[in-house]
């Protein structure tokens, strides 16, 4: 489904705007870090800033054909992070999302989740909604919870930022249990 976005998603802290190249500097500068990298298993770390550029370039024909749907978190106009909504297909797409480590802890995950959440279920009217964490990342084990996810099982996938295999935590939100239960309505 093809979602046109013409203006940001708006938050009590934040502002959430479409993706495009012009954050993939900045999103270089924070993925540059390792506590945040180790944390993305589909990248490799160090990140490479072609791949990156590449990567943020194809954002727009993504959301154009309603692959994915990218968004810059923004902190008072810097970028802080990444929020997306990937791999949709047959109604299910995947949460996932990173965040500067000096923004960590700051409900700023929970704040971007919620708007991003609504944004599925309400604008993209997916049916479902799946995230992974690898097992030793408890705080976005708590983030996905707080989110109203459900475990559905442990898998075990490469890293690539690890360069090593690793436990995955799977979970699943669907759209009428975040509708009866009411999460993501807090922000």
């Given at each position: 489904?093809?979602?046109?976005?013409?203006?940001a998603?708006?938050?009590?802290?934040?502002?959430l705007?479409?993706?495009?190249?012009?954050?993939?500097?900045?999103?270089?500068?924070?993925r540059?870090?390792?506590?945040?990298g180790?944390?993305?298993?589909?990248?490799?770390?160090?990140?490479?800033?072609?791949?990156?550029?590449?990567?943020?370039?194809?954002?727009?024909?993504?959301?154009d054909?309603?692959?994915?749907?990218?968004?810059?978190?923004?902190?008072d106009?810097?970028?802080?992070?990444?929020?997306?909504?990937?791999?949709?297909?047959?109604?299910?797409?995947?949460?996932?999302?990173?965040l500067?480590?000096?923004?960590?802890?700051?409900?700023?995950?929970?704040?971007a989740?919620?708007?991003?959440?609504r944004?599925?279920?309400?604008?993209?009217?997916l049916?479902a909604?799946?995230?992974g964490?690898?097992?030793?990342?408890?705080?976005?084990?708590?983030?996905?919870?707080?989110?109203?996810?459900?475990?559905v099982?442990?898998?075990?996938?490469?890293?690539?930022?690890?360069?090593a295999?690793i436990?995955q935590?799977?979970?699943?939100?669907?759209?009428?249990?975040?509708?009866?239960?009411?999460?993501?309505?807090?922000?």
């Amino acid at each position: 489904m093809t979602v046109a976005l013409p203006h940001a998603i708006a938050t009590s802290r934040l502002v959430l705007r479409r993706s495009s190249s012009a954050y993939a500097a900045r999103a270089f500068a924070i993925r540059q870090n390792w506590n945040v990298g180790r944390n993305l298993s589909s990248n490799g770390f160090p990140p490479e800033a072609s791949v990156m550029a590449a990567w943020f370039g194809s954002h727009e024909d993504e959301w154009d054909s309603g692959t994915a749907y990218r968004f810059a978190i923004l902190r008072d106009a810097q970028m802080i992070g990444l929020i997306d909504i990937s791999a949709v297909h047959d109604g299910v797409g995947e949460l996932g999302y990173w965040l500067d480590e000096a923004d960590w802890g700051q409900g700023y995950g929970l704040e971007a989740g919620q708007a991003v959440m609504r944004f599925a279920f309400d604008e993209v009217a997916l049916a479902a909604l799946v995230a992974g964490h690898a097992a030793d990342n408890a705080a976005s084990g708590r983030l996905l919870a707080k989110l109203g996810f459900v475990s559905v099982g442990d898998a075990v996938i490469f890293s690539k930022s690890r360069a090593a295999e690793i436990v995955q935590r799977r979970l699943r939100l669907g759209a009428e249990q975040w509708r009866r239960d009411g999460a993501g309505r807090l922000a």
